[in-house]
């Protein structure tokens, strides 16, 4: 099967924050086509719950506490001058989203204020949010004004296979496009562009137990890392110390703010065990408390912990926490009467594809933003709610420098060819795999790690992906095949950039 060429101005693969907020910065300039997986609203945008952390209240905060705050918790390995500009053109940002019809909390009895919350590792009230759905609020402002834009045309159910490099044609290697699967129709079209932004997110579904959403395959990090782009600090995933614990709640996360309004972890027997451990107790950042808990969990052969809003105002869930508390009372959790039951899981991917300054990447012509990058912002761990930050920084200057460049592309390019590969009738190797490398990133790679757990992943890792390989040639390809592909190369960027790295951060 060949597939249809096609051209467009700013390639934008991913739907959330960053690839949206970037189409808005290049869309007066050019045709921008915006590629995501599932229904466009479908990132680990639309989950995130904290919200955003800036600094706007300059009597109580400022601008150094913040910094201090993002190194403190980045453990010696941020970049200052990036921490520097991503906190200082943060509120420049808030603004626009609320020019754009973002509608964020407002403190109660003045519509003028926005309502601040605290979240752990931070020492101000500096998280602006939308109650605790702040994610899915931008998300809905932002679809919004690309929809408005005559510019913009979104593709669903779209996913980029693999990027065009010049490379491939023997020249010096640039972006110029991406091969892009229907995951409908299974056509793949091979689309060009000036250049790309990555704004694929995070990598959380390496991992059995993780906050993301299914979409959260690593497929950014995989594809520039196929495309001879540079990745970095793969090693530091983060893991968040509190996600419901229940058999019916797959991946629902229970907001740090909880915690920042003052939310007490608990053993079962009541104990504060994260008083001694951190000054600042369940509310230490989020690495001390996941660590802690991984050990209780190990000491006490306990399944979870809890986490306790009983002694707090009776009205504070229903209205600092609508989503939290009706998915728990949908459980029959009432927070408000008894402990949340929570454990850890995989989060957020500190590391990922290098970007400089103005979001370019190692490769010409392909930038990134946002979870599936590395700006050097976050270092060893991220504070809470700087994410969305520093997508919003990030693609604002991503689309700035990529206004001014200079496109490549080989003389004739190749269109996708399926060559002679057949429909696969064997789709349990896909989910079987899948599972294996989940499981082993687990148990392996996980919290705490050791030399010896890594090398058995790495053995088993290496096994899963040669299979992947035979299949991918020899079987017509399908978003979950491709899915697969990159899940199993992030898991290998991050086992062997944990065995480089021998210190613990
Ligand atoms: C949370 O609400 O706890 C998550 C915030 C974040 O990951 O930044």
């Given at each position: 099967?060949?597939?249809?060429?096609?051209?467009?101005?700013?390639l934008?693969?991913?739907?959330?924050?960053?690839?949206?907020?970037?189409a808005?910065?290049?869309?007066d300039?050019g045709?921008?086509?915006?590629?995501?997986?599932r229904?466009?609203?479908?990132?680990?945008?639309?989950?995130?719950?904290g919200?955003?952390a800036?600094?706007?209240?300059?009597?109580?905060?400022?601008?150094?506490?913040?910094?201090?705050?993002?190194?403190?918790v980045?453990?010696?390995?941020?970049?200052?001058?990036?921490?520097?500009l991503?906190?200082?053109?943060?509120?420049?940002?808030?603004?626009?989203?609320?020019?754009?019809?973002?509608?964020?909390?407002?403190?109660?009895?003045?519509?003028a204020?926005?309502?601040?919350?605290?979240?752990?590792?931070?020492?101000?009230?500096?998280?602006?949010?939308a109650?605790?759905?702040?994610?899915?609020e931008?998300?809905?402002a932002?679809?919004?004004?690309?929809?408005r834009?005559?510019?913009?045309q979104?593709l669903?159910?779209?996913?980029?296979?693999?990027?065009?490099t010049?490379?491939?044609?023997g020249?010096?290697?640039a972006?110029?496009?991406?091969?892009?699967?229907?995951?409908r129709?299974?056509?793949?079209?091979?689309?060009?562009s000036?250049?790309?932004?990555?704004?694929?997110?995070?990598?959380?579904?390496?991992?059995?137990?993780?906050?993301?959403?299914?979409?959260?395959?690593?497929?950014g990090?995989?594809?520039?890392y196929?495309?001879?782009?540079?990745v970095?600090?793969?090693?530091?995933?983060?893991?968040?110390?509190?996600?419901?614990?229940?058999?019916?709640?797959?991946?629902?996360?229970?907001?740090e703010?909880?915690?920042?309004?003052?939310?007490?972890?608990?053993?079962p027997?009541g104990?504060?065990?994260?008083?001694?451990?951190?000054?600042?107790?369940?509310?230490a950042?989020?690495?001390?408390?996941?660590?802690?808990?991984?050990?209780?969990l190990k000491?006490t052969?306990?399944?979870?912990?809890?986490l306790?809003?009983?002694?707090?105002?009776?009205?504070?869930?229903?209205?600092?926490f609508?989503?939290?508390?009706?998915?728990?009372?949908?459980l029959?959790?009432?927070?408000r009467?008894?402990?949340?039951?929570?454990?850890?899981?995989a989060?957020?991917?500190?590391?990922?594809?290098?970007?400089?300054?103005?979001?370019r990447?190692?490769?010409?012509?392909?930038?990134?933003?946002?979870?599936?990058?590395?700006?050097?912002?976050?270092?060893?761990c991220?504070l809470?709610?700087?994410?969305?930050?520093e997508?919003?920084v990030?693609a604002?200057?991503?689309?700035?420098?990529?206004l001014?460049?200079?496109?490549?592309?080989?003389?004739?390019?190749?269109?996708?060819?399926?060559?002679n590969?057949?429909?696969?009738?064997e789709?349990?190797?896909?989910?079987?795999?899948?599972d294996?490398?989940?499981?082993?990133?687990?148990?392996?790679?996980g919290?705490v790690?050791?030399?010896?757990?890594?090398?058995?992943?790495?053995?088993r890792?290496?096994?899963?992906r040669?299979?992947?390989?035979?299949y991918?040639?020899?079987?017509?390809i399908?978003?979950?095949?491709?899915?697969?592909?990159?899940?199993?190369l992030?898991?290998?960027?991050?086992?062997?950039?944990?065995?480089?790295?021998?210190?613990?951060?």
């Amino acid at each position: 099967m060949e597939s249809s060429i096609q051209e467009t101005d700013f390639l934008v693969l991913g739907s959330g924050i960053a690839g949206l907020y970037y189409a808005l910065h290049v869309a007066d300039h050019g045709r921008v086509t915006i590629i995501t997986k599932r229904d466009p609203a479908e990132s680990s945008t639309r989950y995130a719950q904290g919200g955003i952390a800036s600094v706007l209240d300059h009597e109580r905060d400022s601008f150094e506490s913040h910094v201090e705050d993002t190194l403190r918790v980045g453990a010696g390995l941020c970049k200052q001058e990036i921490v520097r500009l991503t906190v200082e053109e943060g509120p420049r940002h808030i603004r626009r989203l609320i020019e754009l019809g973002v509608e964020f909390t407002r403190q109660p009895g003045d519509q003028a204020a926005l309502d601040l919350g605290r979240e752990g590792g931070h020492s101000h009230r500096r998280v602006v949010h939308a109650t605790d759905f702040t994610g899915q609020e931008v998300e809905r402002a932002l679809l919004a004004a690309v929809a408005r834009h005559p510019n913009c045309q979104l593709l669903d159910h779209h996913l980029a296979v693999d990027l065009l490099t010049t490379a491939a044609y023997g020249l010096p290697n640039a972006c110029f496009g991406a091969y892009v699967l229907d995951a409908r129709s299974g056509g793949v079209m091979t689309l060009l562009s000036r250049v790309v932004f990555l704004a694929t997110g995070g990598a959380g579904k390496v991992y059995l137990y993780t906050s993301n959403p299914d979409v959260a395959t690593g497929d950014g990090i995989a594809m520039a890392y196929r495309a001879g782009a540079a990745v970095a600090n793969m090693e530091f995933y983060q893991f968040h110390p509190t996600l419901l614990y229940h058999p019916h709640a797959k991946s629902f996360l229970i907001s740090e703010a909880l915690r920042g309004e003052g939310g007490i972890l608990r053993l079962p027997d009541g104990t504060d065990f994260m008083k001694g451990v951190h000054e600042l107790g369940s509310l230490a950042p989020r690495d001390v408390v996941a660590r802690t808990i991984d050990a209780e969990l190990k000491r006490t052969g306990a399944d979870c912990v809890y986490l306790d809003m009983t002694a707090l105002p009776k009205e504070l869930a229903p209205r600092r926490f609508p989503n939290i508390h009706e998915k728990c009372l949908a459980l029959g959790i009432d927070m408000r009467e008894q402990p949340i039951p929570v454990v850890p899981g995989a989060h957020y991917c500190c590391g990922g594809v290098v970007v400089d300054a103005q979001g370019r990447t190692t490769l010409r012509n392909l930038s990134a933003a946002g979870e599936v990058s590395c700006t050097g912002l976050h270092g060893a761990c991220r504070l809470a709610s700087n994410s969305l930050l520093e997508a919003l920084v990030f693609a604002a200057r991503a689309a700035a420098a990529d206004l001014a460049a200079e496109p490549v592309r080989p003389a004739t390019v190749r269109p996708w060819s399926s060559g002679n590969a057949v429909n696969s009738d064997e789709a349990v190797v896909v989910s079987q795999n899948w599972d294996e490398v989940r499981r082993a990133m687990w148990n392996y790679v996980g919290i705490v790690r050791s030399e010896k757990r890594l090398d058995r992943a790495r053995r088993r890792i290496e096994l899963i992906r040669e299979e992947i390989r035979e299949y991918y040639w020899n079987f017509l390809i399908t978003s979950d095949l491709c899915e697969l592909r990159n899940i199993a190369l992030v898991a290998h960027l991050i086992i062997d950039s944990a065995r480089r790295r021998k210190e613990s951060r």
